[in-house]
């Protein structure tokens, strides 16, 4: 078992940045692939989308195409921390941003990933 704590959420205005954390524990989450996921506010209804995703080692990002000229994903394998550093945020990025944690080494849907966080609310101002 591994539990996700997501933290960093708020509000922010248009062309602002805001970091992201995640921090897991329990069974080597270091070897996990991890990933941050998003969806709309007020539809809980809605499937998340991807926002990033990082390998174990570090070695390997991906990211959604709304967001891979803006957003950095990177990982503290010694804290066991994941990081989302959003930049140039928009009002479109306003989502509740969950993390996400799997075994396999190189998950980007949402039904590669096992464990997930409660979520943190990002909300963007125009």
């Known amino acids: 078992q591994v539990r996700l704590v997501e933290s960093g959420g708020g509000l922010v205005q248009a062309g602002a940045s805001l970091r992201l954390s995640c921090t897991a524990s329990g069974d080597t989450p270091g070897r996990y692939s991890m990933a941050w996921f998003r969806r709309p506010p007020g539809n809980e209804r809605a499937a998340v989308s991807i926002?990033?995703?990082?390998?174990?080692?570090?070695?390997?990002?991906y990211y959604g195409d709304s967001v891979e000229d803006r957003f950095n994903i990177s990982r503290d394998n010694a804290k066991n921390t994941v990081f989302l550093v959003m930049n140039g945020m928009k009002p479109e990025d306003t989502a509740v941003y969950y993390c996400?944690?799997?075994?396999?080494?190189?998950?980007?849907?949402?039904?590669?990933?096992?464990?997930w966080g409660q979520g943190t609310q990002v909300t963007v101002s125009s």
């Open positions: 996400a944690a799997d075994p396999r080494p190189d998950g980007v849907t949402p039904e590669d990933f096992n464990y």
């Open positions: 926002v990033a995703s990082i390998t174990g080692s570090g070695a390997v990002t």
